[in-house]
């Protein structure tokens, strides 16, 4: 037997936020943008152009390892497009990044010219998230009503 204390706990929202059509329309778009950049990434890293094999060893990394990263990219990309599983990629999609600038701080000797991009566009996929998303909405007010 549960009391109502312990329901009311781990109860879901009743109510999510409405979204706008006009702020609906601008996450779609902030998530096309960073999306198309992304998949190009990731492509590249498929791929494996000389520049992105020049890059990457300088790096530390391997040709299988560009490899993964690619196909990582690709399958976090893919969750946070779909609506359903978008927070789920927006997490993992983070968690990439966090990689990235892990790895340009250990090589860079500029810490903020090789760590910015990928803290940006860790940014944007949450900003078009937040944009599209009433549950991201619910659990990341940026305002009180």
Known sequence: MTTAANHEATAAPTSAPAI???AHLAGWIVTGIISALLL???VSHILMPQGVKDASYDLGFTDGDILAMGLVLLGCLALYLFPR???LGAVLLTG???GAVTALM???ESFAAGVFMPI???AIVW???WLR????RSILPLHHS
């Open 127 to 129: 900003a078009g998230l």
């Open 85 to 87: 599983t978008a927070i």
């Open 96 to 98: 990439y990044f966090g």
């Open 40 to 42: 190009v990434d990731a």
């Open 120 to 122: 940006l566009a860790g």
């Open 133 to 136: 998303s009433a549950t991201v």
């Open 20 to 22: 706008s059509r006009r």
């Open 106 to 108: 250990v090589s860079e």
